[in-house]
C-alpha cells in the first residue's frame, strides 16, 4: 500500500508564490512518477504536472512557464512551486503517484488566490 500526503496549502495573494510538498511512502519511490492534479467544486479534476522517474516533466499550458514540478528522491518527496499565481488557480491540489496500473492519492490541500 502506498501512502501519499500533500501539505503546503493556503491563503496568497494574485501574483503571489507557493510552494507544495508531498510525501509518498510504502513502495520504492525513486521508480514512480509522480504528479500533481487540482479540483474546483463541481468541475473535473485537472491534471498539474507529472514528473517521471528520470525526472522528464510536463505541464499543461495552463500553468507551463508559472508551475514547476520537482523530486527529491532521498526524501521521498515531490514538490509543486507555483509562481505567478492567479485567482483561477484556486483549488484543491492532490498529489498522486503512479505504481503500475494504479493511482494512489492524497487527501489533497487547499489553495486559495485572492484577487
Known amino acids: 500500500q502506498v501512502q501519499v500526503v500533500e501539505s503546503g496549502g493556503g491563503l496568497v495573494q494574485a501574483g503571489g508564490s507557493l510552494r507544495l510538498s508531498c510525501t509518498a511512502s510504502?513502495?520504492?519511490?525513486?521508480?514512480?512518477?509522480m504528479g500533481w492534479h487540482r479540483q474546483v467544486p463541481g468541475k473535473e479534476r485537472e491534471w498539474v504536472a507529472t514528473?517521471?522517474?528520470?525526472?522528464?516533466?510536463n505541464y499543461p499550458d495552463s500553468v507551463k512557464g508559472r508551475f514547476t514540478i520537482s523530486r527529491d528522491n532521498a526524501k521521498n518527496r515531490v514538490y509543486l512551486q507555483m509562481n505567478s499565481l492567479k485567482p483561477e488557480d484556486t483549488a484543491v491540489y492532490y498529489c498522486?503517484?503512479?505504481?503500475?496500473?494504479?493511482?494512489?492519492w492524497g487527501q489533497g490541500t487547499q489553495v486559495t488566490v485572492s484577487s
Open positions: 510504502g513502495s520504492i519511490f525513486s521508480r514512480h512518477a
Open positions: 498522486n503517484a503512479e505504481v503500475g496500473l494504479f493511482d494512489y
Open positions: 514528473i517521471a522517474a528520470n525526472g522528464s516533466t
